[in-house]
């Protein structure tokens, strides 16, 4: 079996857009609220940070359960490991992700500024400079045959989909409107010269956006 290059559980506004603008050590996401944007995956009983019981089934909790499912390794931009931008001024500080960062896989972070390889918990990040393709095939032996993950944010994402890299994206379209920000596209309709898409709504406002390979 091929190893895919996996688009998952993507968040992007109503109008498009998946990052705001400001981002800050404190606001990863700039002026968006990721609690709005994200509502959809939180309110689910698979959500890794859910603290009390419940949650709902149903089709938003089969994308959150899925979410590591063959998942080798990860592919990210810089911004979303942090919002330092140039040469790194601060090797202490080590990303959003806190001690026990969520994707318990080799993360290759992709930066014009390498920096030493580190481990926290069973989350190795690597941080590679390199065209996308180079990038991948790091990610690929990495993964040891499993599926690698395209985590983000919008500008990576983008430059993946330009080289034809991508294999299957799904975009989760929130009913929430961010009006400015980096956007994803001005239409899903956008990338159907290259992809199959269907499209699913859910009962909780947002609607899942499929697409794989023509």
Do not use: C
């Amino acid at each position: 079996m091929p190893q895919l290059l996996r688009v998952q559980n993507f968040t992007v506004s109503a109008d498009g857009i998946g990052a705001g603008e400001d981002q800050t050590l404190e606001r990863p996401f700039g002026h968006l609220n990721p609690g709005e944007m994200f509502a959809w995956a939180g309110a689910t009983a698979s959500w890794p940070n859910r603290t009390d019981p419940g949650g709902t089934r149903g089709l938003d909790d089969y994308f959150t359960r899925d979410f590591t499912h063959n998942i080798g390794a990860e592919i990210m931009g810089r911004n979303k490991f942090g919002p330092q931008r140039g040469p790194w001024q601060d090797h202490e500080w080590q990303g959003w992700w806190g001690d026990e960062p969520p994707f318990r896989t080799p993360v290759f972070v992709m930066t014009h500024h390498p920096r030493p390889s580190f481990t926290l918990s069973d989350t190795t990040f690597h941080f590679v400079d390199g065209p996308p393709q180079r990038v991948l095939e790091l990610a690929r032996e990495a993964a040891d045959g499993k599926d690698v993950r395209l985590g983000g944010g919008v500008t990576t994402v983008r430059q993946f989909l330009d080289a034809g890299l991508v294999d299957t994206l799904h975009v989760a379209v929130s009913p929430v409107k961010a009006h400015s920000g980096l956007r994803l596209w001005d239409s899903p309709v956008d990338l159907l010269d290259r992809y199959h898409l269907e499209v699913v709504p859910s009962p909780s406002g947002v609607t899942h956006h499929l697409f794989w390979r023509r």
